[in-house]
């Protein structure tokens, strides 16, 4: 009898254990804490900023659809000027979070720089893809939650290196050659958190 209440007690001390620090607990919505890399905000001002800044975005690459180098600089220069109002402290995230946006905003705007005082439209277009590049990956740092973006991939620009672009389409326009291989290209990337 002592015995079978020696292994009783054993065993309630084991189920406790068990239960008590090894199983994970469910926590209780007041404990569930947010996500330090994820944006919580509903901030309006801000997604309407980044929107912005994304359609100027978009000006440019259809500039560079049309090959036409003045048009390129001028929406080059007006998209820098958007981007560099973005105020990444206006939404509520983890300050790494906040920290890598600046960072990432802060090399495209050096490129836009770049892009415009580079005399050949080829150069040019190889800034625009620097631009493209980093872009997706501040619109996943702050996880974008607007339309939804497509990455194109050209195999054939730069001579056979390829090179990526962004657009609110799926359909391809490719801005590396403009008309004499327009729909050169394909979707291979996407994003949308909402």
Known sequence: MKKISLLL???????????????????SPAEEKADPYSIQSNDTGFR???????????????????SDTALINRTAHQYDSILLKLDFDAIEA?????????VLAGTISR??????????LEDKRRSFQ????????????IRYTGSKI???YCPMAFNNNGAYWLSNSSNVVNPYFGEPML????????????
Do not use: W
């Not at 729909?183 to 909402?194: F, K, M, R, W, Y």
């Open 94 to 102: 983890a300050e790494p979070i906040k920290m890598q946006a600046d």
């Open 183 to 194: 729909h050169c290209g394909e979707v291979i990337d996407s994003l949308n958190l909402q």
């Open 48 to 66: 309407l900023d980044f929107n912005n800044q994304f359609i100027a975005y978009l000006q440019m690459k259809e500039a560079f659809i049309k």
């Open 150 to 152: 497509y990455k194109h």
């Open 111 to 120: 490129e836009l720089e770049a892009l415009q005082l580079e005399p050949l």
């Open 9 to 27: 007690l054993l065993l309630a001390v084991v189920v406790f254990v068990v239960f008590k620090f090894i199983l994970p607990k469910n926590p």
């Open 130 to 141: 620097m631009v493209s590049d980093v872009l997706f990956d501040l619109m996943r740092t």
